[in-house]
């Protein structure tokens, strides 16, 4: 059974850093695409990044530059970077996993992964100013 557990979220003052990480079991890391994905109260669901097996990443246009996805095969495990943070990155985040390649899903669109995807419980990020 796949499980996907999230840790590292907290609260932080803004300009700070996170880092989120997700452990991946009952799934092996191979032709697949793993992402992460943020939801806000009271906002929709939204892709924040994805990378597939080959480490090629695809990002939100508006978190490029501070969030940074990467994996660590060895360990099963996904992490996002999250630099200079700002109130309004706060958000309850997840992992995702999917088992098809990154290219089969372009553009980290919720409404797709939605219907295909494993999910994780979240893990809350909350930023003051």
């Known amino acids: 059974q796949v499980q996907l557990v999230e840790s590292g979220g907290g609260s932080v003052q803004a300009g700070r850093s996170l880092r989120l990480s997700c452990l991946a079991s009952?799934?092996?890391?191979?032709?697949?695409?793993m992402g992460w994905f943020r939801q806000a109260p009271g906002k929709e669901r939204e892709g924040v990044a994805d990378?597939?097996?080959?480490?090629?990443?695809t990002y939100a246009d508006s978190l490029k530059g501070r969030f940074t996805i990467s994996q660590d095969n060895a360990k099963n495990t996904l992490y996002l970077q999250m630099n200079t943070l700002k109130p309004e990155d706060t958000a309850m985040y997840y992992c995702?996993?999917?088992?098809?390649?990154?290219?089969?899903?372009?553009?980290?669109?919720?409404?797709?992964?939605?219907?295909?995807?494993?999910w994780g419980q979240g893990t809350q990020v909350t930023v003051s100013s």
């Open positions: 009952g799934y092996t890391f191979s032709s697949r695409c």
């Open positions: 995702a996993a999917v088992r098809v390649p990154c290219d089969v899903v372009p553009g980290i669109n919720y409404k797709t992964w939605v219907q295909i995807a494993y």
């Open positions: 990378i597939d097996s080959d480490g090629r990443t």
